[in-house]
């Protein structure tokens, strides 16, 4: 049996460590696409340099040129410029928008079967865009925020408490901005609420919220943090980790359920946009939207946030 294929559009800092993890994991068959002349040959040349050393059996090759991503089964978009510090993700959305046009053409002449996990930002806007062009259908088009966010929250936690990552399970719905929702409520360790540890450790209820607003704070700033730290850039690491969990998870037909920007049409009251949602990721794409009753605070922050990626999503007029 052929191997996956893997087409990474954009060669940049995550496109980079997106076809190093696919080859360390041995995902598949990598064609690294982006505009610039030799730096997409370059990075998967150097790669494909390390398999030796690191015992990978996977092909990568580096292309300027969209017919090369022809039988990609999944297709991983990075496209478009990071912020800056001071910027907001939204701050991207025309010189991005314009990118992503040209990028979803090319996937959609070029990989028309496959699926596709979009990363560049105004990511709730690029989704949709990307979804609009190719004309996929939406189990096919998703974006990359949630699993991000949640590992952000999650890892936050799990330092907090002095308990380890593997035991922390969190997660934030809603749009990959500053309006985010980090589900308090259902972060716990093994199932044991984090607010009741919390409480434990400080002894209040009052300085275990105060320690808990800290982290839903800094998860929604998470981003903005590691921009102001590298100056140039954004995250990179992070994004293409959480992005292979994705795509792994579709490629294996794992069906995790991963907080995923997935076309509503209905579910949690909203109607024909790209929110950020748990969803079943298997060999169908997005199989199965999870839905779960939110209490008022909650919902109230969810509208909030579904209200600031519609205004986004509006303004690209489609
Ligand atoms: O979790 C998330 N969704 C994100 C998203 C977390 C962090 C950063 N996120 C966004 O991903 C970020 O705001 C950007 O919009 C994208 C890509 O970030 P990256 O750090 O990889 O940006 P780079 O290093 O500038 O790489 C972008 C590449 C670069 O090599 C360009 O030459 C290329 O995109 N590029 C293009 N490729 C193909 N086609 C076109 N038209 C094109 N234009 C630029």
Request: glycine residues 10%; aromatic residues 6%; proline residues 4%.
């Amino acid at each position: 049996m052929a191997r996956p294929k893997i087409a990474l559009i954009g060669g940049g800092q995550i496109g980079g460590v997106l076809a190093q993890l696919t080859a360390l994991r041995e995902l598949g068959d990598v064609v690294m696409f982006d505009i610039v002349e030799g730096l997409p040959q370059g990075k998967c040349l150097d790669i494909a340099e390390a398999s030796p050393v690191d015992g990978f059996d996977v092909e990568l090759k580096g292309t300027n040129d969209y017919k090369d991503i022809a039988g990609a089964n999944v297709v991983i978009v990075t496209a478009g410029l990071p912020r800056k510090p001071g910027m907001s993700r939204d701050d991207l959305i025309e010189v991005n928008s314009k990118i992503m046009t040209s990028v979803a053409e090319g996937i959609r002449d070029n990989a028309p079967d496959a699926f596709v996990i979009v990363i560049s930002n105004p990511l709730d806007a690029m989704v949709t865009l990307c979804q609009k062009i190719t004309g996929f259908p939406p189990n096919r088009v998703m974006g990359q925020a949630g699993v991000l966010d949640s590992a952000r929250f999650a890892a936050f936690i799990a330092w907090e408490l002095g308990v380890s990552i593997k035991d922390v399970n969190a997660m934030t719905l809603g749009g990959h901005g500053d309006t985010m929702v980090p589900l308090v409520r259902y972060a716990s360790v093994n199932g044991i609420p984090v607010m009741e540890l919390l409480e434990r450790k400080y002894g209040s209820k009052e300085k275990a919220k105060e320690v808990m607003d800290a982290m839903v704070k800094r998860t929604k700033g998470a981003g903005g943090e590691v921009v102001a730290l590298l100056k140039t850039g954004s995250a990179f690491y992070s994004p293409a980790s959480s992005a292979i969990a994705m795509a792994e998870s579709i490629l294996k037909d794992q069906k995790r359920v991963l907080p995923t920007c997935a076309y509503l049409q209905g579910e949690f009251g909203v109607d024909g946009y790209y929110v950020g949602v748990p969803c079943v990721l298997g060999a169908n794409g997005v199989e199965k939207i999870i839905e779960f009753t939110l209490d008022e605070e909650e919902q109230a922050m969810f509208d909030n946030s579904v209200n600031a990626v519609k205004n986004l999503v509006d303004s690209l007029n489609l």
